[in-house]
């Protein structure tokens, strides 16, 4: 089994940053890659970033290309989420995620095992 858990989340204003991380504990060999998802109230969660656990390309939605990097630390079992330019949009609950097998990196139901989230609240 693998535990995930968030943290960094908060309050933000219009603009600024923020980095979300995700540390990874159990059987962490057996993860094939880590994203992160968003869900904001009464919508559906949505994918926001992937990366492979062993590196590789990076996987992005097009609402956050060019503002969010996702990245990882092998030796820290952590994956993090920096994130710029934040929007009023941008304000959700940020969910951390592993799969363990290849395919495809966008949906919820690629992934097996998921964090409680944090909270990130983007002011305008």
């Known amino acids: 089994q693998v535990q995930l858990v968030e943290s960094g989340g908060g309050l933000v204003r219009a603009g600024g940053s923020q980095r979300l991380s995700c540390v990874a504990s159990g059987r962490t060999f057996s993860i094939y890659a880590m994203g992160w998802f968003r869900q904001a109230p009464g919508k559906e969660r949505e994918f926001v970033a992937a990366i492979p656990w062993s590196g590789g390309n990076e996987y992005y939605a097009d609402s956050v290309k060019g503002r969010f990097t996702i990245s990882r630390d092998n030796a820290r079992n952590t994956v993090y989420l920096q994130m710029n330019s934040l929007k009023p949009e941008d304000t959700a609950l940020y969910y951390c995620?592993?799969?363990?097998?290849?395919?495809?990196?966008?949906?919820?139901?690629?992934?097996?095992?998921w964090g409680q989230g944090t909270q990130v609240t983007v002011s305008s």
């Open positions: 995620a592993a799969k363990y097998s290849s395919g495809s990196y966008y949906s919820p139901g690629d992934y097996r095992t």
